[in-house]
Each structure stands twice: as C-alpha cells, then as structure tokens.
C-alpha cells in the first residue's frame, strides 16, 4: 500500500541510482479471506497498517469496523461469500556499472523485426 509504487517509477529510481541493466516487473496476487478481518490481519502482519503520520490517533470502534466489515463484503466478495484482495509486489533488480556489461544496441539496428518473430513464432 504505501508508498503506492509504481513499476515504471521503480524502474526510474533504479536508472535514477546509477545502476545499469535496470529491471522491473509486478506480480499481482489476488487473494480471498473469509472477511475484512483476515485480510486486517494479515496486513498488520505485513507491517502495512497506521503507516500515516497525520492519522487520527483515537481507535476506531467496533461499529466502525463492523461497518468497514460490511461495505467490504458489499464490494468486494464472491458468490461463496468471502472477499477478495489484490496485493502488487514491484519486483527490482539492477547492476552497478561495469565496462564489460552489455551495451545496448542503438534502436533500429535489429536485423529482424519483433512483428515478424511474432506473427511467427517458429522461425522466418
């Protein structure tokens, strides 16, 4: 959830650091809980929960949760009743520079085109 990472930001920070070769890439994982509940938890275990320094500091109450509880099952749950939550992990890699990394190639020196490789997979 926080900081709401983007992949294409992520990418640009790995350029932004100096690293070469730079990859990124997300997976979204798509998981189901029997409530609001489940999923609370296993966000608190994530260390995901209160992460904003200007939030209320009073507690909620139970009815507010129990009212969370019902608009989240409202929205989000399936015909079997439990409810669904999609988590995206931003995946980085990246490499510090060295003279005997590859180089990329200057655009328009592939000597086949992808549309070609792709309208047929198995060779020209």
């Known amino acids: 959830m926080i900081p709401f990472t983007d992949v294409r930001d992520a ?65 989000f749950s399936d015909s079997d009743g439990r409810v669904r939550a999609s988590f995206s992990v931003v995946w980085m890699s990246g490499w510090a520079p060295d003279a005997s990394q590859q180089k990329p190639l200057k655009p328009g020196s592939a000597k086949i085109s992808l549309k070609t490789i792709l309208e047929n997979p198995g060779g020209p």
């Open 11 to 75: 990418g640009a920070l790995l350029q932004r650091a100096g690293l070469a070769l730079p990859v990124a890439d997300v997976d979204t994982i798509t998981v189901r809980y029997d409530s609001l509940f489940g999923l609370v938890a296993d966000l608190r275990a994530m260390g995901e929960t209160s992460a904003l320094v200007d939030r209320s500091r009073r507690p909620g109450t139970r009815a507010l949760f129990a009212r969370a509880a019902e608009i989240y099952a409202e929205r």
